[in-house]
């Protein structure tokens, strides 16, 4: 169902950054295929927050032998390294703000909403629904849709703009029906049109 975008609805572009994609640290297989469907929604959201994660060099997540299952990682996404930075062809100029999470060594944070002003930000702005895109499914976006719920806002999951880590095997399935049986919406992104 085709869904017009109103002053009151922002979109959430989660962690678009080059470790994420193929070839960087931690790479979400084809992260970078939802680069122009994430350009062209940037265009027509009336607010637009692009999160980042943005760890300390020694963040608890890493480890030399990463086991990823256990949600431990490759190094990744340090504070202004390359690999943070978001992915080149990410319009992200057309972000309004950029939220950083993770950013304490000894603390995890998934969700653009952990310790972030993000809530208080777009309900300041009258934002009362989210749409969220990004990587990974699994992880970030997953946490972040969640929380938005939390929040109080509705959340919809732009679900072709979406990747996921998907290790274990299934758990990007998983994530999806997660977010679903909790509230989140699903839509496709060609579904969305600009009011
Ligand atoms: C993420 C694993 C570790 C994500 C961040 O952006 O989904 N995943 N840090
Ligand atoms: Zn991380």
């Known amino acids: 169902m085709p869904m017009e ?8 572009v989660v962690d678009m950054q080059n470790d994420f994609m193929p070839g960087g640290a931690l790479a979400v297989q ?8 994430i350009n062209r929604l940037l265009d027509i959201f009336p607010t637009r927050v692009l999160t980042r994660d943005w760890h ?4 608890l997540s890493f480890a030399a032998n990463p086991l990823f ?5 490759p190094a990744h996404c340090v504070q ?6 978001f992915h080149p062809q990410l319009r992200q100029q057309l972000a309004d703000t950029i939220v950083s999470k993770g950013t304490h060594a000894g603390q995890e944070a998934y969700s653009g ?6 809530e208080g930000w777009l309900k300041q702005r009258g934002v009362e629904r989210v749409f969220v895109a ?9 946490s972040t849709a969640l929380d938005a719920l939390t929040a109080g806002f509705d959340a919809c999951l732009i679900r072709d703009a979406v990747r996921g880590v998907d290790n274990p095997p299934g ?20 579904e969305i049109l600009p009011a």
């Open 5 to 12: 975008i109103t002053a009151r609805d922002a979109l959430i």
């Open 30 to 37: 084809a992260g970078d295929q939802i680069v122009p469907l």
């Open 56 to 59: 300390p060099p020694d963040h």
């Open 69 to 73: 299952i256990d949600q431990s990682w």
């Open 80 to 85: 202004n390294t390359p690999g943070a930075e």
């Open 113 to 118: 909403f952990q310790s972030t002003e993000l």
């Open 134 to 142: 990004g990587v990974a499914t699994d992880y970030c976006v997953k």
């Open 171 to 190: 758990s990007e399935a998983a994530a999806v029906s997660a977010m679903l049986k909790a509230g989140v919406n699903s839509i496709e992104s060609r």
